[in-house]
């Protein structure tokens, strides 16, 4: 790997699995040192364990994205660990379908607290942080969901669609304040994430049918695969990326064009 962001120190929520592992995974092999956080323990950990074993500087530390003293939590030990914060990627989310008619304002109001609640506290930490150490890279995943609509998922449409104008406003009061910190957003299509595909939990010649044919609803045929997300991640973080912010980023084989 080329080391583009070689001694950076990364943030990465919901790291245990999909975009945020594939991230993780990458990060660390271009040069970071890389903080996985997650809920989910056993899986931060075993990932990990697995890039120190690589020879990478990773280390895991639990996180309730909802949770504000999680947050200050979280970025205190890394800024304890490395002195730093360079890059965060807020990938902690869920994503499940309420029928409007039938959903409940509990299943709203967990689904907005963690895709959008999580995204505004995980930037509110990570401009604190980044702004005595001249700057730095936030990137927001939020989802082709987040530009249009699609019945039975009002309240991840709604969250993502607000994580989209959070990120934007969030960038320009950034550059008002001269902080050299960019925040921008990547909208995936419908990416091959154990968030997609626990829908598939029918018959093994059903789930192929279904596979394929979640697949073809993008252009190019086929479901995204989580490292090209991270691919294009990396380069926002990097400093290739250094005159963009406020930018949303769609990544969906094609998905929105149609």
Known sequence: MSGRIDGKVALISGGASGIGLATAER?????????????????????VTELREKGHDALFLELDVVDANSWRA???KIQEEWGRLDILLNS????????????????????????????????????RAMKDNNGGSIINISSVLGLIGLPNVSAYAASKGGVRLFTKAAAMECA???LNIRVNSVHPG??????????????????AIDIKELGQQHPLGRLGQREEVAGLVLYLASDEASFITGSEFVIDGGYTAK
Request: glycine share 8%.
């Open 190 to 207: 419908y990416i091959e994430t154990p968030m997609v595909m626990r829908r598939f939990n029918k018959s093994e010649e059903q789930n």
């Open 176 to 178: 008002e304040l001269e």
């Open 92 to 127: 902690a989310g869920i994503g499940r379908a309420h029928p409007l008619l039938e959903m409940t304002l509990e299943e709203w109001r967990q689904t907005t607290s963690i895709n959008l609640d999580g995204t505004f506290l995980g930037t509110q930490a990570a401009i």
């Open 74 to 76: 979280v970025v205190g």
């Open 27 to 47: 990060f660390a092999d271009e040069g970071a040192k890389v903080a996985v956080t997650d809920i989910n323990i056993a899986k931060g950990q075993e990932l």
